[in-house]
């Protein structure tokens, strides 16, 4: 299982999100009304960090055509999508802005997890999310069962490290953010024993 985490705003986060493991580090560039929201100059700073095999992820709520210019500038790897599109507006961005897609669903309902159909072929990733966008909801990860097998999963919604094992037999990644805070800024060693607890699982599986 892989991890991702997300809503990082300072060098130190990133630093140590990479030293530690992180598959992918996710930054809120468009939704100021996160407390995760960071500015263009701050992203541009820490997309510049050496990344080594970590990839980064643009976290993006509806975006405009402008604002998928302006982030495609940045060194990232990935748009991760929160709205509606298909699989002909997602290959579309794909192919202008040459960037990897993970697609959003916000799931309030079991009825909700089936949207993947929407974009399935287009998206790299498919990411299955709480309905509560800046704030951390639970939902029944066990849905996830249901989707088919050559889709690559990824879970978010309140996640913390009593879920992981659960999670991991479930999804591909697992997406964290506000387990790994302490009064609303990530802690380097939350971080850091999140990132060891999913070592030992994926040594256990």
């Not at 468009?30 to 643009?58: C, D, G, M, W």
Request: proline share 2%; hydrophobic share 35%; net charge positive.
């Amino acid at each position: 299982m892989k991890v991702k985490i997300c809503g990082l705003s300072t060098p130190e986060q990133v630093k140590a999100s990479i030293s530690y493991g992180a598959n992918f580090c996710g930054f809120i560039l468009n939704y100021p009304k996160s407390h995760r929201f960071i500015k263009f100059e701050k992203a541009q700073e820490l997309t510049n960090i050496k990344k080594e095999k970590t990839k980064y992820v643009a976290v993006l709520v509806k975006p405009t055509e402008n604002e998928l210019e302006k982030f495609s500038k940045l060194k990232i790897d990935y748009f991760q999508i929160y709205g509606k599109y298909n699989n002909e507006s997602i290959l579309k961005i794909k192919s202008k802005f040459n960037k990897k897609i993970i697609m959003t669903i916000q799931v309030k309902n079991q009825n909700d997890i089936y949207n993947y159909k929407e974009f399935e072929n287009a998206a790299d990733i498919i990411l299955w999310d709480s309905s509560g966008l800046e704030r951390s909801l639970s939902w029944n990860y066990d849905w996830i069962k249901l989707m088919p097998s050559h889709i690559t999963k990824m879970i978010a919604g309140n996640i913390n490290s009593d879920k992981l094992e659960k999670i991991s037999k479930l999804a591909d990644i697992v997406d964290v953010s506000g387990a790994l805070e302490t009064n609303k800024v990530k802690d380097i060693l939350k971080i850091k024993n999140f990132l060891n607890d999913i070592k030992k699982i994926n040594n256990e599986n």
